[in-house]
């Protein structure tokens, strides 16, 4: 319990939570449609990814740079990180990410809005095929990232971004088309 009196603790729960508030921010603000025509999958797909590149190479000596949920819990599976550090990471990371939510909500026109962002399943793809396919995606995503992290490779955060950014962009591409 020491480490809740750390101020390093605490500076790294506000990075998280900083961190997911500019990672919604910017990604869902990528899936805006600011003109008519298709959605832009591709331009959504690299904004999400360049921003969990770009925050995992600013917060990574400060938090580590987890910024998702799910880099956090496998952090966690796999011995890599404390318990009450995990659950104030997933706190900071779920409020962080409604901040940014409500901030891009509040900064955009209405007509713009749309879904802020929300996705659907395809007309054609059932809820169990849907949640296969998430699984598959988001274990492809932690098993990079929980490389990137490895010690052996070099021990230093901010290498990991890039790996981790691409495979998230790779994640969304696949998954959203």
Known sequence: MRELRSSAFWRA????????????????????????GPPNVLGAA???GLA?????????????????????????????????????YLVAQVLGALAGAGVLYGVTPAPVRGT???S??????????GTVLEVLLTA????????????????RPGTAALPIGLSLALGHLFGVR
């Open 46 to 48: 690299l904004a999400f």
């Open 120 to 129: 659907a399943l395809h007309p054609g793809v059932g809820p169990g095929q």
């Open 116 to 118: 802020l962002g929300l």
């Open 52 to 88: 969990q590149a770009t925050l995992v190479q600013a917060l990574g000596p400060v938090s580590g740079g987890h910024v998702n949920p799910a880099i956090t819990l496998a952090l966690l599976l796999a011995s890599q990180l404390s318990l009450p550090r995990a659950l104030a």
């Open 140 to 155: 492809q995503f932690v098993l990079c990232a929980l490389a990137s992290f490895d010690d052996r490779y070099d021990g």
């Open 13 to 36: 729960v506000l990075a998280e939570f900083l961190g997911s508030l500019l990672y919604a921010l910017l990604g869902l603000g990528a899936t805006l449609r600011w003109a008519p």
